[in-house]
């Protein structure tokens, strides 16, 4: 090899290695380029999934909130009538105690103990009507959910807890209960 070949071989060796140098420094640069759009497609990617997550929320919510504002306005329409419905239950109770103290043997008053038993029937129905039921356990056997114990009496012929007499009828409204029945309640004689 001649002193120019030697020469021109240097020169190309030295170019290839400055072109190596220039390749790695780009190489380097285009993946620094890469990590950071993966670093930034990482954090696009979690804050896309924080977002879903935040909206399932807001739309659980929603949904929570729609369900709960029916709930009450269907509680609202059924028990809209509680305080009117209570308020006629001592006429009921008027009405009942009236036909107690009519003697059916006296000719002159049937006519009225007529009259008084289709106007308390007729007020049962209407009141019936809207949701409003008559609670009357004589016989049954006695739930504190439903009936006020008054009395406890002993009475060797009914089993324990068994309501004997009823003092006040009970009501409810919708399931409701609007005024517990007054009862006379039954137990094992000593």
Do not use: C, W
């Not at 006629?88 to 000719?107: G, H, K, Q, T």
């Not at 060797?156 to 009970?170: C, S, Y």
Request: aromatic share 4%.
């Amino acid at each position: 090899m001649s002193e120019q070949d030697k020469v021109q071989a240097a020169e190309q060796a030295q170019a290839a290695a400055e072109q190596a140098q220039t390749e790695t420094v780009q190489l380097s640069d285009e993946q620094q380029i890469i990590a950071k759009l993966e670093a930034e497609l990482t954090a696009a990617r979690q804050q896309a999934a924080e977002q879903t997550d935040l909206a399932l929320r807001i739309r659980a919510d929603a949904e929570n909130i729609k369900r709960r504002s029916a709930m009450d306005v269907e509680k609202a329409q059924k028990f809209a009538l509680e305080k009117f419905a209570g308020d006629l239950l001592p006429v009921i109770d008027n009405l009942e105690r009236s036909l107690s103290f009519i003697d059916p043997a006296n000719d002159a008053l049937k006519s009225v103990a007529e009259g008084v038993e289709l106007t308390l029937k007729s007020f049962l129905d209407t009141v019936a009507k809207f949701g409003v039921n008559q609670i009357n356990p004589q016989g049954q056997a006695f739930n504190p959910d439903f009936h006020q114990a008054m009395s406890i009496q002993p009475n060797a012929d009914l089993d324990p807890n068994t309501v004997i007499f009823v003092m006040q009828k009970g009501y409810e409204l919708n399931g409701r209960l609007l005024r517990p029945a007054l009862v006379g309640v039954s137990k094992k004689p000593d």
